[in-house]
């Protein structure tokens, strides 16, 4: 239905979420492992839900996708925002990955 990479909102989805598996930072906290794993899940599922429903075959299918991958950016918000409290990323990390999310969110929104 739609070039997914030709859309904006998955190329800045696609980039956190590289950068979220490139964070040496995040690999530096062997005690969270599980909270890094989540949050570079709910990364990944963010612009794989985008590209899903951009294959999809209609318009309303394509917004429900848009409605999933939203969710899984407002996880990873909140994982980002308990790995910031526990020490697991640092704060300068976690405003810079706030707004990359803030920016897909509005996105994502809009789209939708």
Known sequence: MHPYQRL???QRAHALAASLYEAAALD???RY???VDQIRRCAASTA???AEGAGSGS????ARYLGIALASAHELESHLLLARDVGCATPSDSARYA?????INRMLTVLQ
């Open 59 to 62: 318009q309303s299918s394509f």
């Open 48 to 50: 794989a839900n985008i």
């Open 33 to 35: 492992r599980a909270l």
């Open 8 to 10: 904006v909102v998955w």
């Open 28 to 30: 530096d906290a062997p």
């Open 99 to 103: 707004m990359s999310i803030e920016s």
